[in-house]
């Protein structure tokens, strides 16, 4: 056999509008994908496993209410279902071979499920890769579809589908350190503003709000995400629905809601959606939001556990692996540096969605394959980084409560218990001296005769000063300054 014999054999001759062209005869695509494989070499990504899904489950919604209106053969249609059906169980993806990086609007990607899936269904009826006489990428596995309403469409989905996965992921890390509020809750810690001494706090208290920071994430992501339901399927070209019946319309809506579980609804003008990328702006933007509340806890957690000799060194994060290859024994808070390093390429994301949003015109957003492709990795990055940073690190989190306890009782801000009493001159005296001596405060007070040893007790009991209202107060003999309404 010559090499010219053998790539022929290789390879099938198939036809567009722009001539022949020499497909792999392996291959479930086509020549139009091939013309995309040959055009977009450009970063060897392709499409996100949500958004072949999503695609998938639009092109079988199609075929379903295509058969539901009669317009499309109940044979050809049942082909093409069924292909779909084997692609959403996990068969033939590797038959999506468009760069991400690709023609505007995601022509190529919307061409590459319609040839996989006419391909797939022409050998389901009995005949061969080509063969497009049995099914038609355009005229039936495309029927009453544009790329102008598919992938807009299949963004909405796979979007969902994403959130969907990760929401329950974050709900798990809010939980985690919710536990670890009520775990450390009798641990009494200084608190800091401006990395500065400041009155006691309770360490249960600092790991309560981060879980509560991150359940409102949740409902800020839940809330976003709302305005992804609205579907433009039917819009077809320019949103007017030129060669889409209103019965088609309705029947797309209801199939995909039925496929995913998820109530989509049509949109409310078919002509606006499309153009607009504001809803993947908005929840881009919640999850940029989450990005920076994790930043800043995981920030909080190394500088907690900072040490252990020369830092904070309030908390122990788990080991997991050594963190030197020169220093014997030095362990890294490596979980919260994988979670900034995730939050920070989630930024770089939500960047360049800001920028593709608004880069669309008149019509169409041509920006759609670099939208897509960056809202789908923040989740997919996200949603793995939480996970792991949950079981690898904050439910092993120890508090180190002897020096915590030493921190909040060194600390010259406990004056400010007292300045109800003595006033804030007279504390500021007694914090500048502490600071000064490293002397105990309550040596201090003693020292001016200020206040009664039993009213020093009570006021300066840290765990009172972690709660609202004046510590001591109803419980001492000294009176708060200013009289009654003072304390109101």
Request: charged share 20%; aromatic share 6%.
């Amino acid at each position: 056999m010559t090499n010219g014999d053998s790539q022929q054999q290789d390879a099938r001759i198939e036809h567009d509008s722009l001539g022949d062209k020499a497909v792999p005869a392996s291959a479930l695509y086509g020549v139009q994908t091939q013309r995309a494989v040959e055009n977009y070499p450009i970063s060897g990504m392709h499409a996100h496993p949500a958004m072949i899904r999503a695609t998938v489950l639009v092109k079988k919604a199609a075929a379903l209410s295509n058969r539901d209106t009669g317009r499309l053969d109940a044979h050809i249609a049942n082909a093409i279902i069924q292909a779909a059906d084997e692609i959403l169980d996990g068969q033939w993806h590797e038959h999506f071979v468009v760069d991400v990086y690709q023609a505007g609007a995601g022509t190529s990607h919307n061409m590459n499920a319609n040839e996989v899936l006419a391909n797939r269904a022409i050998e389901i009826l009995g005949g061969t890769r080509g063969d497009y006489k049995l099914v038609h990428p355009n005229d039936h596995v495309n029927m009453a579809q544009s790329t102008n309403d598919v992938f807009p469409t299949a963004m909405r989905v796979a979007t969902m589908l994403m959130v969907r996965e990760t929401l329950p992921v974050l709900e798990e890390l809010a939980a985690a350190f919710e536990a670890k509020g009520r775990e450390f809750d009798g641990i009494v810690k200084s608190g800091r503003t401006h990395l500065q001494d400041a009155t006691p706090i309770r360490l249960g208290q600092e790991f309560a709000a981060y879980g509560l920071t991150l359940r409102r994430d949740v409902a800020r992501i839940h809330d976003a995400s709302n305005t992804l339901l609205e579907l433009n399927i039917g819009g077809t070209a320019v949103g007017t629905g030129l060669n889409a019946e209103a019965a088609y319309i309705d029947a797309m809506v209801k199939h995909l809601s039925e496929l995913t579980g998820i109530a989509f609804r049509r949109a409310e003008s078919l002509v606006q959606i499309a153009p607009s990328m504001s809803s993947f702006l908005e929840v881009s933007g919640a999850v940029r939001v989450l990005a920076s509340d994790l930043t800043k806890i995981a920030n909080d957690l190394r500088l907690l556990a900072s040490g252990p000799a020369t830092g904070l060194y309030e908390i122990v994060l788990p080991a997991v692996q050594p963190g030197s290859s020169i220093m014997p024994g030095k362990v890294n808070p490596s979980m919260a540096e994988m979670l900034n390093q995730v939050c920070f390429q989630v930024f770089g994301f939500d960047t360049t969605i800001s920028y593709a949003a608004q880069a669309g015109q008149l019509e169409l957003n041509v920006m759609m394959p670099v939208i897509i492709h960056n809202v789908l990795w923040s989740f997919t990055i996200l949603k793995n980084a939480m996970a792991t940073f949950t079981e690898r690190c904050v439910v092993g989190i120890q508090a180190n409560a002897n020096r915590a306890e030493e921190y909040a009782f060194k600390s010259a801000s406990l004056v400010t218990a007292l300045a109800p009493y003595i006033g804030y001159e007279a504390s500021a005296a007694i914090a500048k001296e502490q600071i000064q001596t490293g002397r105990d405060i309550r040596d201090i007070v003693r020292e001016r005769n200020l206040l009664p040893e039993s009213d020093l007790a009570e006021i300066l009991k840290p765990e009172a000063m972690t709660e609202p209202g004046i510590a001591g107060q109803g419980k001492t003999q000294t009176p708060i300054l200013g009289g009654a309404s003072a304390g109101g």
